[in-house]
């Protein structure tokens, strides 16, 4: 709702009141339309504020009502009931201005902003456009350059920009509130013939075309398939080439086909399930609401490979003390160099304190006795890691925390090398470390809640989505990794090439297919785990060259790394580059040859697949693997499998992550093409509907919100 005062006995107060954001809900806006016409009808009352409550002005639209029957008084009317007003309405910017509440903003006659203030048009995240003017009236005030890069990126601005921008009359370091009831005094008698944006002409600079089209390869290059960006610059065309009422309809028109698509529906259930996963909950039932974070002022980090370099600088930007570890002196010596670059370039380029200050460096395990927590960082070798487990539980103080980085080994095996096993937790960062967003936070049979709560809580200081798993092989994004290489695999084995399958899985949206990754992070990666596993056997031929524990194995990969053909960093790997290191990814002829030969020693006959076949082998195995974990109890729900595959792999965010494109797919339809594949490839397992997957499907495709119904019921109902 919005409640109404009167300050200084001439001033018309209109608060807006819905706790967090003060989204404009349907009571709100029906709060801002009584009050409106309250204010204007007040003989006394010569100008209006609108502010909101709790230092916060309005954070938008309210996006919860976008799934049902919209009720109350559109935005439109209300923003242009407050534009023709007749008295001078200021609005009062505390906290946030965000996509309809700049539009809310944008509509009265001055804009006076707190310092602090934050502003900008989020829409686009949300795979929609501002659709309360904010297309038309932005370029009018501010000119189309500027209004194209804030509305197609969603950058927010502060309010010093917004004043450099010309999008705020005034900045306060003061009371927002107070200034604006002062102005709102001040310009009470004047005209307000020159204060209506939607007036004003749009400025129009000769380039016009040059902009508009740089500005459509701009978001074609970024947008991976994401419509609304482009939809987003079409709005904006409209604020230069149509009358204002004309380019209304305009706007209306294309924020239709926006809010009605399927992409919009993606990006705002990921908008929530972002949100949803820091109220995490284990298989034992411990909770974010009842568990407490234990305190931690200094951390120490083992192993200073790239890892454990990009740790340390997350730990040292959030504030914490570091004790950064490397046993070997060069290594260490090259670690701080590389830290120090790190740290340096972060603060040009992101404007985040320098902390060279935070860490301090040493050759000595010894040297981590007093920190509250410890990130064990050293190469995937569970024997080097048991030792240094067995060594921290002997000098780290009681009570510490021991996290260790692995990417999918055993958390209790480590946690039983500890006189706490309680204490012990994974927190698997994705590389680069101090860039990427994603933390899983995994959690063994015995870690205790507090433990996960404190790196749960860590992984939120130092500006990550922190996602709680449970423990398992390659725990969430790693296990349902393997599914989809592993099909990626089968089909080079079967006839396809890697530029095939990367084109369609980069048409889908990922920024690079899976072979192209591969080479970037580096083929000897997987083979010495695969190694290590027992999986990668002399070389010999005939089927069983194929076939591991009785189930389809594609040696593909081995044999590239017995070539030496690691990927990027030795120049060949699925592609050839122009040098070791090279970035640019170019078809080899060696490895058709490579492939042809492969397909004949083993009596494979290759076949075309087709674009379909691709994407639906790569995607579904990894999607029932994700049932499978669902069904497991290894993660709480769909929102945490999709958070990590969007953050952590590089799933287009505007098909929501993978269990919920399952969800549009259907999950029938999921089954149906899963069994197909399985009756032509028997020997895969992965191919195999789970029985969550296959309950959910019968239950005919319930909405992904009510999927934990049926997994939270005991596994006997399945
Ligand atoms: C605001 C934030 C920056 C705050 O961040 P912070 O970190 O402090 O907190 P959280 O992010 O954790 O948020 C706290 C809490 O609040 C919830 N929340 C936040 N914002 C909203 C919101 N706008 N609506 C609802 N709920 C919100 C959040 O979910 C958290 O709760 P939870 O329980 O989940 O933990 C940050 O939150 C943020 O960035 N928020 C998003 C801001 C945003 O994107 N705003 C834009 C919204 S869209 C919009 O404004 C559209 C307008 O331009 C135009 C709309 C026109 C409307 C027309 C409707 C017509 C419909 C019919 C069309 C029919 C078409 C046809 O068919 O013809």
């Known amino acids: 709702m919005a ?45 209006v504020v609108i502010c909101g409550q709790n230092g916060k002005f309005c954070g938008g639209a309210d996006i919860r009502e976008f799934g049902a029957k919209m009720t109350g008084p559109p935005l439109v009317p209300m923003v242009h009931l407050i534009e023709a007003a007749s008295k001078p309405v200021v609005a009062a910017i505390e906290g946030i201005a965000l996509g309809g509440g700049l539009e809310l903003a944008l509509s009265c006659h001055y804009r006076i902003a707190h310092s602090k203030a934050r502003l900008g048009f989020p829409e686009v995240a949300l795979g929609l456009l501002p659709g309360a003017g904010g297309t038309q009236r932005l370029p009018r005030l501010i000119g189309v350059p500027a209004s194209l890069d804030l509305i197609t990126t969603g950058r927010q601005v502060t309010a010093a920009e917004a004043r450099q921008l010309g999008i705020v009359d005034e ?55 994401a419509i609304a960006p482009g939809t987003c610059v079409q709005a904006v065309h409209a604020a230069v080439t149509l ?37 995490w909950s284990t298989a034992s039932g411990a909770r974010w609401d009842t568990s407490k974070p234990r305190p931690v002022h200094k951390a120490a980090v083992i192993g200073l490979g790239t890892m454990g370099r990009g740790i340390t600088v997350s730990l040292a930007q959030a504030g914490f003390s570091v004790v950064a570890v490397e046993t070997q002196e060069k290594q260490l010596l090259e670690a701080k160099q590389a830290v120090s670059g790190m740290l340096e370039r972060g603060a040009k380029r992101r404007g985040v304190p320098l902390a060279h200050d935070k860490i301090k460096y040493s050759c000595s395990v010894q040297a981590v ?7 064990e960082a050293v190469f995937e070798d569970m024997a080097l890691k048991k030792t240094i487990f067995q060594q921290l539980s002997a000098i780290c ?56 709560a404190t790196a749960m809580q860590m992984g939120k200081k130092m500006g990550k989505v922190s996602v709680a798993v449970g423990n398992c092989r390659g725990f969430v994004g790693n296990r349902m990794l393997k599914l989809y290489l592993e099909q990626a695999f089968f089909l080079l084995e079967e006839g396809a090439t890697p530029e095939q399958v990367d084109q369609v899985l980069e048409e889908f949206g990922f920024p690079m297919g899976v072979f192209k990754v591969s080479d970037l992070s580096g083929l000897d990666i997987g083979w010495k785990v695969r190694k290590a596993d027992g999986l990668v056997l002399p070389a010999f031929t005939g089927t069983s060259a194929r076939i591991r524990g009785g189930s389809r ?38 490895l058709f040859g490579f492939l042809e030969d492969y397909r004949a020693q083993h009596g494979l006959v290759a076949r075309r697949i087709d674009h ?50 399952a969800s549009q797919v259907g999950l029938d339809k999921v089954v ?21 997957l296959r309950k959910l499907a019968a239950i005919s495709n319930p909405a992904i919100h009510k999927w934990r119904e049926v997994i939270q019921k005991p596994r006997s109902q399945l």
């Open 612 to 661: 379909q076949e691709v994407l639906e082998r790569c995607l579904y195995p990894l999607i029932n693997e994700g049932f499978q974990i669902l069904q497991d109890g290894i993660a709480a729900g769909p929102e945490d499998i999709d958070v990590i595959y969007v953050l952590g792999y590089g799933w287009p965010r505007h098909r929501g992550g993978p269990m919920f494109y």
């Open 672 to 692: 149906e093409r899963l069994e197909h594949y399985q009756q032509i490839h028997p020997d895969v397992p992965g191919l195999q509907p789970c029985r969550l």
């Open 243 to 279: 009358p204002y009422a004309k380019g209304m309809e305009r706007e209306r028109e294309l924020f239709s086909v926006l809010f009605n698509s399927g992409q919009a529906r993606a990006l705002q259930y990921y908008f929530f399930a972002q949100r949803a996963v820091s109220r």
């Open 369 to 375: 006795a007093d920190v509250d927590l410890v990130i």
């Open 3 to 47: 409640f109404y005062s009167r300050v200084s006995g001439s001033v018309g107060m209109i608060t807006l009141q819905n706790p967090p954001v003060n989204a404009l809900s349907a009571a709100v806006r029906q709060g801002i339309v009584d009050t409106m016409h309250r204010a204007l009808s007040e003989p006394e009352v010569k100008s």
């Open 553 to 590: 194995y594609s040696p593909l990969g081995d044999l590239l790394c017995e070539q030496g053909r690691f990927g990027q960093k030795t120049g060949k790997g699925w592609y050839q580059y122009d040098k070791p290191g090279g970035r640019v990814a170019k078809p080899d002829p060696w």
């Open 397 to 452: 103080k009681p009570g510490a925390l021991l996290c260790t980085n692995t990417s999918g080994l055993d958390i209790d095996e480590l946690a039983s090398q500890t006189q706490s096993p309680e204490l012990v937790v994974g927190m698997h960062f994705f590389a680069p470390a101090h860039v990427m967003q994603l933390l899983e936070v995994v959690y063994g049979p015995r870690s205790c809640p507090e433990a996960v």
């Open 171 to 225: 900045v306060t370091d003061l009371n927002a509130v107070d200034a604006a009831v002062k102005f709102a005094q001040s310009v009470a008698d004047k005209s307000l013939d020159a204060r209506r944006i939607s007036t004003y002409p749009c400025p129009r600079p000769p380039d016009l075309d040059t902009i508009f089209e740089r500005a459509m390869q701009q978001v074609r290059r970024s947008a991976r398939g």
